[in-house]
C-alpha cells in the first residue's frame, strides 16, 4: 500500500495545492493527515476544506486543538497565537467542529499497519517534538504497528528501529540513500525493522529548505520516499499579508525557517 503522509501545512494553499498535484500523479492509495492543517498561513479555510476532501485519515495537532480551545493559545508564542485567534474567526462552524473532532492517534492496519499521531506516540494529550533516536526508541514502544508518522516539528526524519527492543537510530533522509529524482530521497526500511518517519512541513518547512515537503511510504516495500516540491512562495506570502496575518508569517516561508 502507497500512502501519502502530509503533515504541517498550516493554512499554506498554495504549497498544499502543489502536493496534491504531484500526489495525484504519484498514485498513491492512500493519504494521511498528521495534524496542524491551520494556524500560521493565509488560507486556513481552503486547506481544510481540500484535505476534509482528500484525506482518509487526519489526527489533530497542536494548532488544530488552539483554533478550538483558547486555552492551548497561552502556550503559544505571541505571534503563533495571534494568527490561530484569526483563523479561528474566520472558520466556520462545521470546520470547527470538524477540528475539534480530530483524534489525537489514528492508524491503518495493512503490511503491519501504520500509528499516527502529530507529536510523539505514547504521549496523552500533549504536543512533544519527536527530534532524538531516545525518544524514538521509547516511541517505538508505546505503539505495536510496524511503522509509525508524526510531524510537528517541521524537519524531515526517519527513526529506524534496531535490533534491540528500545535501540532506534536517526537516518538522515537529505544525504542517505539514492536521489532517484529531482527533490526526492529513497529511505529503506530493512526487513523485520520498525520506523518512525515525519515527512517534514507541506506549508512551513524549518529545515532550511523553504520547498514544502511530504512522503510516500510503500509499507509493503518498505520504502519511504521523501518529495520536496517547490511552489509559489510569493503568493502565500501575500495571503499571509492580504489577511493581515505577522508580516515575520510571511517572510520565514523564503527561508524555510
Ligand atoms: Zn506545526
Do not use: K
Not at 498535484?21 to 500560521?40: P, T
Not at 516540491?229 to 506570502?237: I, S, W
Amino acid at each position: 500500500m502507497r500512502v501519502a503522509l502530509v503533515a504541517d501545512v498550516h493554512g499554506n494553499l498554495q504549497a498544499l495545492s502543489v502536493v496534491l498535484e504531484r500526489l495525484e500523479v504519484e498514485g498513491v492509495d492512500r493519504l494521511v493527515c498528521l495534524g496542524d492543517v491551520v494556524g500560521y498561513g493565509g488560507d486556513p479555510e481552503a486547506c481544510l476544506a481540500l484535505l476534509r476532501e482528500r484525506a482518509d485519515l487526519c489526527v489533530r495537532g497542536n494548532h488544530d486543538a488552539a483554533a478550538v480551545d483558547p486555552r492551548i493559545r497561552r502556550g503559544f508564542n505571541v505571534v503563533a497565537r495571534a494568527a490561530i485567534e484569526e483563523h479561528a474567526a474566520w472558520l466556520e462552524a462545521d470546520a470547527l467542529a470538524f477540528l475539534a473532532g480530530l483524534p489525537q492517534v489514528d492508524g491503518l492496519a495493512e503490511d503491519g499497519g501504520l500509528f499516527l499521531t502529530h507529536g510523539t506516540p505514547g504521549e496523552r494529550r500533549r504536543f512533544t517534538y519527536l527530534v532524538t533516536a531516545l525518544q524514538a526508541g521509547d516511541a517505538l514502544d508505546a505503539f505495536d504497528e510496524r511503522f509509525g508518522a508524526v510531524g510537528h516539528t517541521h524537519v524531515p526524519a526517519v527513526f529506524e528501529a534496531d535490533a534491540g527492543p528500545a535501540g532506534a537510530r536517526e537516518r538522515n533522509v537529505v544525504t542517505d540513500g539514492p536521489a532517484a529524482r529531482d527533490g526526492e530521497r529513497i529511505l529503506e526500511v530493512g526487513p523485520g525493522r520498525r520506523a518512525i518517519l515525519n515527512p517534514g512541513s507541506v506549508g512551513q518547512p524549518r529545515d532550511g529548505d523553504p520547498r514544502a515537503a511530504c512522503m510516500v511510504l510503500d509499507t509493503a516495500a518498505g520504502r519511504a520516499a521523501l518529495l520536496r516540491l517547490a511552489y509559489d512562495v510569493a503568493g502565500a506570502q501575500a495571503a499571509i499579508r492580504r489577511r493581515g496575518l505577522p508580516e515575520v508569517l510571511a517572510a520565514r516561508l523564503a527561508f524555510g525557517r
